[in-house]
């Protein structure tokens, strides 16, 4: 393309490319319109500006134009969708915080889009906004125990400030815990093979896991048991005395649990 470059347009441009103000982007142009009156080809361009032919093609038409004030403002781009209305955005935020949809557990983007007559992104875009997350609830529960103030502080005391010549273990169990075997022996895992078990297993009923956690030393106490009964929590407890030293008073930690509060764990105490 043949390009006539005046000596002023060209004075000017050489002034953008060296200039500190000026954009990189308008100093892209600059050269675009310098080379192609120097008579490079727009292969050479493309090559040394690293841009695209269509993007050469687009400021030569403007420098014809619009002359230099095309290359310094560019053309503005067409506005883009209107943002909603405030009514409208907390319409939005009123239904999503107050109400729920028809047949349905909570709003979704399609849903409340299209009970308000806008698009699913605009809702999607309102709740980022607004930190807001419809699909997801939190559990809770508030203890109904007139005395769970009390237990709470001797629970975190035993953790924070445990007393003197005595030790701490927090009690737990797993119940209904399937002991299964396989139908046949595996194979070993080797370099370049995975390890083989069958697909089908034997049942051999289940059991139930009791563990003292020795909060200090961070070591456990394990049991295995056949159920989940006072007596085996009592044979637990009874593991758990033989196990620590008999100068220590024992302190355990266990949930609210009928099995734990049995008359007969109560009549049994060692220590």
Not at 26 to 34: F, N, T
Not at 68 to 77: H, I, M, N, Q, S
Not at 138 to 148: C, E, N, Y
Request: with cysteine.
């Amino acid at each position: 393309m043949k390009l006539t470059l005046p000596e002023a347009d060209k004075q000017v441009l050489e002034r953008w490319i060296k200039s500190r103000a000026i954009s990189i982007k308008q100093k892209q142009r600059a050269q675009i319109i310098l080379m192609t009156a120097s008579g490079q080809s727009t292969s050479d361009i493309i090559g040394n500006l690293q841009v695209s032919n269509p993007t050469i093609n687009l400021w030569r038409r403007r420098y014809l134009e619009a002359g230099l004030e095309g290359l310094a403002k560019g053309k503005t781009r067409a506005p883009g969708i209107p943002r909603l209305a405030s009514d409208k955005i907390q319409e939005i935020l009123t239904l999503t915080l107050t109400g729920k949809p028809v047949a349905a557990t909570h709003w979704s983007c399609r849903t409340l889009a299209k009970q308000v007559g806008v698009s699913r992104m605009s809702v999607n875009r309102i709740w980022q906004e607004h930190k807001l997350k419809p699909h997801r609830v939190k559990g809770f529960k508030v203890s109904t125990d007139p005395l769970f103030a009390e237990k709470l502080r001797d629970v975190i005391g035993l953790y924070l400030q445990p007393p003197e010549k005595a030790i701490v273990f927090s009690v737990d169990e797993k119940s209904q815990i399937q002991a299964l075997d396989r139908t046949q022996p595996g194979l070993p895992m080797k370099p370049g093979k995975a390890g083989t078990m069958t697909h089908d297993y034997k049942r051999h009923g289940t059991t139930t896991l009791f563990a003292a956690l020795n909060v200090h030393e961070g070591t456990v106490i394990g049991e295995c048991l056949p159920k989940h009964r006072n007596d085996e929590f009592l044979k637990f407890l009874k593991v758990i005395d033989k196990r620590t030293d008999k100068t220590l008073a024992v302190h355990l930690i266990v949930d609210n649990y009928a099995t734990h509060k049995h008359p007969s764990l109560s009549s049994n105490r060692s220590r």
